[in-house]
Every structure is written in structure tokens, then in C-alpha cells.
């Protein structure tokens, strides 16, 4: 007979399966090159990478900043859930020149030793895993006493907050414990999850200026087709053509409502600390 434990351990398994079928839909490579490639260069540069330093980038996606760190001459791993995302980061990575390692690892369970890196950097990654405290536990855990700490993360009030929030009444309601991602955006959740284990913590708000898109039409278009957790939503509605224009609606209005003078302002939280 299964216990709790096993249940919840099976529970865990298949959430992250999803996860990994979330992230591998669409092009997410698209959304790093074409709209958020600053965010890369800006945590890099924050965190003060540079030439010996061990590199830890967990949930990397693609490798948007992963690639920045390896550049400013770090020895890198760029870890990620979703092994499309890691191949696309491969390729990316040697068609620049550029040598690192991407490992498929869950950052809830790094799957590495205690203190082994100068620095571990997350560019709006970390903050989809589903536990944030568990995520939180082993960020600190695999760097070094005095090593560095560099998060971005969307912000709940920012546009990027607010397309979760869009999307969440598409999509089934997720399982029990399950934490919104944009809350690792959110000064007091960030303070609690990282607690005594970090000091020096610097909390900003800063914003990316976004003006890829012309439209509020073009912008849901181009998430429809790129972006992992919207595409997952026009899964989610499927054939149901009144819930599909609704989402369609939803979207256009959310994008045509950010736009100013051709920009989108998408706000984000610079967390960066010491491990104590």
C-alpha cells in the first residue's frame, strides 16, 4: 500500500512532467532572443560573474544567461527541467562560440553537492517551481559561504504578473500547495523564503522596456504561438470556440492596456545577496 510520502512523491513526478510539456511547447527560444535578452546581460552584470567563478544558472531555459556568464569568462552549468529548452541552449551556445555545460536537473532537487558554486543565478526560471520554499532550500544550499545570490523575477503587479493572472481562469486550478509563480516577485515572500540563509539582500524593482510588439493583437499572437504557459492555455480551451475568443479578447485588451507609445513596460524584482 502506498503511503502519504509515496503518494506526494508520485504527485510531484507527474506535476513536473506537465511542467516539461508546458516549457516545450511553442518556442520559448523566440521569447528569450526577441524580447527579454536584456534580462540575461542585467543579472550577469549584478551579480558580478566573471572570470573563475563558478556559475550555477538553474531553471535557464535556453540559456539566455548562461551564455552572458560564460562570456564574461565563468565556468557554467546551465540547468534547466525541460531537456528541449537545454538542446536549443546547446546549439545557441556553439553557433556563438561559446563553452558551457547544460545538465537537465530539477531545481528542487539540484542534483549537487553542498557549496559547489560562486554563484547561482535564476532569470525568471526558479520562480516556476512549484514549491518555492523547497526551490528557495536548495538555491542557498549548493553555493559556497559568501558566494553570490542573483534572482529575476516577474513581479505579481507588473504585465507579466498580470498575464498569470489572466491565464489562470483558462487553466485548471493547480494542485494542492502549488505556489503562483509571480510571488517570488513579491519583497516580503522573497524575505521569507530566503531568510537567515542569505545576507546583504538587495530587493529592486526595475522595469524592462518591451517594444517588440505594436499591438495588443500582436502581442497575444506572438505568446499564443511562442510562450509555453499561454500556449498551454489555448490547449486548455481547446475546440471551445466561445472560451477560445474569450481568451483571444482577454489577451489583445491586456497587451492593448500596457502599450505606451509603442512600449510595454514589464516590471521585474533584481534580488541579489551573500550566502551565509
Same mark, same amino acid.
Given at each position: ?196 540563509? *542569505?545576507? /546583504?539582500?538587495?530587493?529592486? &524593482?526595475?522595469? !524592462?522596456?518591451?517594444?517588440?510588439? $505594436?499591438? +495588443? @493583437?500582436?502581442?497575444? =499572437? ?14 486548455? *480551451?481547446? /475546440?471551445?470556440?466561445?472560451? &477560445?475568443?474569450? !481568451?483571444?479578447?482577454?489577451?489583445? $485588451?491586456? +497587451? @492593448?492596456?500596457?502599450? =505606451? ?14 550566502? *551565509?
Amino acid at each position: 500500500m502506498n503511503t502519504t510520502t509515496d503518494l506526494q512523491a508520485d504527485a510531484d513526478r507527474a506535476l513536473k512532467a506537465k511542467h516539461r510539456i508546458v516549457w516545450a511547447l511553442g518556442d520559448y527560444a523566440a521569447v528569450a532572443r526577441e524580447v527579454i535578452p536584456e534580462l540575461g546581460r542585467v543579472i550577469v552584470a549584478e551579480s558580478g560573474v566573471g572570470p573563475g567563478d563558478r556559475v550555477l544558472d538553474v531553471a535557464a531555459g535556453t540559456g539566455n544567461a548562461s551564455i552572458e556568464a560564460a562570456r564574461a569568462g565563468a565556468s557554467v552549468i546551465a540547468s534547466d527541467l525541460t531537456p528541449e529548452l537545454l538542446e536549443i541552449g546547446r546549439t545557441d551556445a556553439e553557433t556563438q562560440g561559446v563553452d558551457l555545460t547544460f545538465e537537465e536537473a530539477d531545481a528542487e532537487a539540484l542534483p549537487y553537492e553542498d557549496d559547489s558554486f560562486d554563484v547561482v543565478l535564476s532569470c525568471v526560471g526558479v520562480m516556476f517551481a512549484p514549491h518555492h520554499a523547497v526551490a528557495a532550500q536548495e538555491l542557498t544550499r549548493v553555493v559556497r559561504p559568501g558566494g553570490r545570490l542573483a534572482l529575476i523575477n516577474w513581479t505579481p503587479e507588473g504585465f507579466v504578473g498580470q498575464l498569470f493572472a489572466t491565464l489562470k481562469q483558462f487553466v485548471p486550478a493547480p494542485p494542492a500547495g502549488v505556489q503562483p509563480p509571480p510571488l517570488w516577485g513579491d519583497e516580503e515572500h522573497v524575505r521569507e523564503l530566503l531568510g537567515e540563509r *542569505v545576507r /546583504d539582500l538587495s530587493l529592486q &524593482r526595475r522595469v !524592462l522596456s518591451v517594444d517588440r510588439f $505594436a499591438s +495588443g @493583437e500582436e502581442f497575444r =499572437d506572438f505568446f499564443r504561438d511562442f510562450y509555453g504557459p499561454t500556449a498551454a492555455a489555448y490547449r486548455s *480551451v481547446g /475546440d471551445d470556440e466561445r472560451r &477560445r475568443e474569450e !481568451l483571444d479578447d482577454a489577451l489583445a $485588451a491586456l +497587451g @492593448e492596456r500596457h502599450l =505606451d507609445g509603442g512600449t510595454m513596460p514589464w516590471e521585474y524584482l533584481l534580488v541579489t545577496a551573500k550566502v *551565509v
